[in-house]
């Protein structure tokens, strides 16, 4: 059995599987290179934390999790996910908010992107075939769950490789959505 945190952020039990990455761990997610090179290297960005009650690749299993995405800016772009598509593409995924304020960001195989306002309460339902990253452009820590299939995989290389169609960026005040420089 596991215990959660709904509006914290946090999961108990036995088993609780953890992730974070700092400003050094992402080098190749925000375009401003000079901003994130002055930036100190141990900053958090990003803590997940999931449970895998089933074996990794196990067709109709489930797997459950939360994602504290911490405030801030890499020159004007707002810190975020390192966004992926699932290994295997036709795999859906659903988020919900439960704190902070924030945006989704989805882009469909040919690159074709969009997103969603993401506040404490909304639901997003991910449909396969789409790369996905969150993104938070609050002042407060944006926490959100997921329950995802356990054999979906995630494929970040190709993101890694092609990048973003579009990025978030802090525009006279308030975020906005502009397209990608950079791959």
């Not at 895998?52 to 996910?81: K, S």
């Not at 074709?112 to 452009?137: C, D, F, K, W």
């Not at 995989?153 to 397209?179: C, K, M, N, W």
């Amino acid at each position: 059995m596991m215990e959660l945190d709904w509006l914290g952020g946090k999961i108990a039990g036995e088993g609780v599987l953890r992730l974070s990455k700092k400003i050094r761990d992402l080098e190749d997610v925000f375009e401003d290179h000079a901003a994130w090179t002055s930036m100190d290297p141990e900053t958090l960005v990003y803590s997940v934390e999931w449970t895998q009650p089933t074996a990794q690749d196990t067709e109709g299993g489930l797997f459950w999790g939360v994602t504290v995405i911490e405030p801030g800016r890499v020159g004007e772009e707002f810190f975020m996910t390192r966004g992926h598509f699932h290994a295997k593409r036709d795999r859906g995924e659903y988020y919900t908010a439960v704190q902070g304020t924030g945006m989704l960001l989805l882009m469909d195989e040919s690159r074709s992107g969009r997103s969603e306002q993401m506040t404490p309460g909304s639901l997003h339902y991910i449909p396969g075939h789409t790369a996905h990253r969150v993104v938070n452009t609050g002042q407060d820590p944006l926490i959100f769950w997921a329950c995802w299939a356990s054999d979906a995989g995630h494929d970040y290389g190709t993101i890694q490789r092609e990048g973003f169609s579009h990025r978030v960026i802090a525009s006279e005040g308030s975020p906005r959505l502009v397209p990608s420089t950079q791959p």
